[in-house]
């Protein structure tokens, strides 16, 4: 009987499609598997994580995150940050008027 590839003793169930790891059924999330769970980003829950964030520490993926200076913040913690910054700063960010 093949191992689990992720706990290695209990059997093998599934195969992951992301990864083809071969998992058992406790190292199986519906869908793919725990080793490509702790490598996906926790907003979407689609797309690998490329970076976490500089806020949370959670694995983000690029469409979930951006860049805040030198560092890479989640689109959650930027609204967070938005609007503990809040009024203040949208009042200062009128649009200029535009000539034809
Ligand atoms: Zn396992
Ligand atoms: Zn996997
Ligand atoms: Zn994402
Ligand atoms: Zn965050």
């Not at 999330?29 to 964030?53: F, K, N, P």
Request: proline letters at 6%; charged letters at 25%; one cysteine or more.
């Amino acid at each position: 009987m093949e191992s689990c590839q992720v706990c290695g003793f209990e059997p093998a169930e599934r195969t992951c499609p992301r990864c083809g790891r071969r998992v058992c059924r406790h190292d199986w999330l519906g869908g793919h598997c725990a080793a490509c769970e702790a490598t996906l980003c926790r907003l979407c829950g689609e797309r690998h994580a490329l970076s976490t964030c500089a806020e949370c520490g959670r694995p983000v993926c690029d469409a979930c995150s951006s860049r805040a200076g030198l560092a890479r913040v989640c689109r959650e913690c930027q609204r967070r940050a938005w609007s503990a910054l809040g009024a203040a700063c949208s009042l200062r960010e009128a649009p200029a008027p535009r000539r034809p």
